[in-house]
DNA sequence: GTGAAAGCGCTAACAT
DNA sequence: ATGTTAGCGCTTTCAC
């Protein structure tokens, strides 16, 4: 394991010319940078990012701080974040924030952070009032994906417009039993996204003239097994919604996996909606308001890059694009044909708008 | 930011004693310590990691090699990693290895070399007989979660064991036509997973006198969308199989999703069983062979943390546990009613066997 | 354009 | 039980 050193007595330069050399400064001839170049290549020397954390202040490292690995959004903006990152040569550090407080107020409120990363990326929190002060504050640039701080940089869906979009959609079909299943998470976890998408599925009913009984809202927790127990009994009511607008693909999926299993053919007796286009919500069939969240990491990565880079870059939240992406699993009311579909239907193939 | 020398001459003693008495090092009086630990937490002092591994060799970091973070087991892997080193103190680096080879080297290379991880935990991941040398070679504790490496301490599926078991489920239950979905992963992702369920499947068949057509085998890539497809032209075929055995809970999901859309009734006229237990196979009613990849990211972690406390861990492949869950998806050969099943059995009761 | 020297914040001998 | 002294491997003035 050579050092900065070992480069720069072999080719029989200082340590600093080195530094100078490799790191693309100026005020190296084009030939020592050269010399150098070839000779830290010839001796495998990789600067250590603890020496150059200490002495230079960057760690060539981001923080990426979510609830958990295990949701789809979750993965993608982590492997958009990390694509960018990696081509720069900064190191992807995983945070996973436990909804334990005792945890979190460890972590934010110690400058445990700040001495390891350059900057910040969090997705998917719901900040205490403390946290979002020192997230303002902090010395680093912070961005945050999926749910917007006030004075911290974002990206994300304009949650009421997609909201909107979805249920839409199904009004146009011309469904008035339109259900809802939400995303009221767990503690700790981004309340916003539930609640916006919630508000505006009941202000789109409402502007026609349309109000939702209690029964055709549920809480399915953004994962599947819990949509699937929410659809089920949403279902199973005499007046049942004839079209569920789901807060996300996942739990789209869960509400498809209801109706299969009440034998209620899609789209024949129900639509279902989701929102995310998830990687397997092509093969379920399933319409849905794509969104694009390595794209969004992707994002929130260079943002962070170029604050870090001196570029100077507006505090704002970017609307993340998103479109909707008909597939087989919404149709017109009354749609019902009188036998199950043909078995070569194309139920997969999606048609963008 | 405080730094050491701050809590050091906050209560008057050198910064050795402050190092000593926040490590829980011998030789510090039990006033000292309590004094140090008071200012530390005063001050808000944190440590920097920087410092303390250039200085002392230690980074309190380990470094995750993973092919990508989108898929259950990986991201459940994580998760345990995570949740035992967090409590230890350490950190988690994420390397998410593309398959890109030329980026691979580099990103090896360093990961190795950089000294920013005290440890390294792969997973999912077909090394070159480069990185086998290299990784057993490797100065840090290292180990493997899902597929071995000789001389490399390793944690991991039967994946022999396991697919006899699913395939002998199947046989038990009176099927003789039992397809197999399995994973020819992408380039540069373990290839010995997919290939060691596929020959159990082959063994376990030939072991009854049984030899599957060819058409009766599909690569599923070990994701959704792909092994719908494999599922799909698996059973249009005439003979199509009545069981169906996927190498993973996702591709399994992918051959139920095939089965509905062509009208077929599960498990009345397909049988499907998988390898995982994932999070939504019970939403599926799918009969699997559990596993625990979270624990088995608890297990490499502590692993590599017993080896830097100098805990002497002997070199081995420890298998992990497997369980066959009885859920809905798997029946009797000839179960056939004559009428779709009634709205309100039990699909998703799972049992244990 | 290049080098010398002074740290960055900590740990690890070696003293005391 | 505690303090002193060197570094760890880099970056960064400030000279030249």
Redesign the pocket.
Known sequence: ?S???DVATYC??????V??A??GL????R??RELVQAAAAELG????PS??G?????HRAVAIVIPSTARWFYSKVIEGVDSVLRREGYDTFLVILAATLNDRERLFHNALLRKRADALIALGIDFTDEERRELRSVQMPAMIVGGAVRGVRSVGLDDGAVGRAATEHLLGLGHTRIGHIGGHTEYGMQHSVGEDRESAWRNALAAHGLQPPPHHHADGAFVVPQAKVAARSMLRSPDRPTAIFAGSDEMAFGALLAATELGLRVPEDLSVIGIDDHDWSDAFGLTTLRQQPFEQGRLAARTVLDELNGIPVPVRTTRAPFELVVRASTGPLGSAPAQAPAQDAPRSTPTAV
Chains 1, 2 share one sequence.
């Open positions: 394991m050092s900065i050193h029989g330069v200082s340590t600093a010319t530094s100078r490799l790191r100026p005020n190296v001839s030939q020592t020397y990789v600067p250590s020496a150059s200490l002495s230079g202040g960057r």
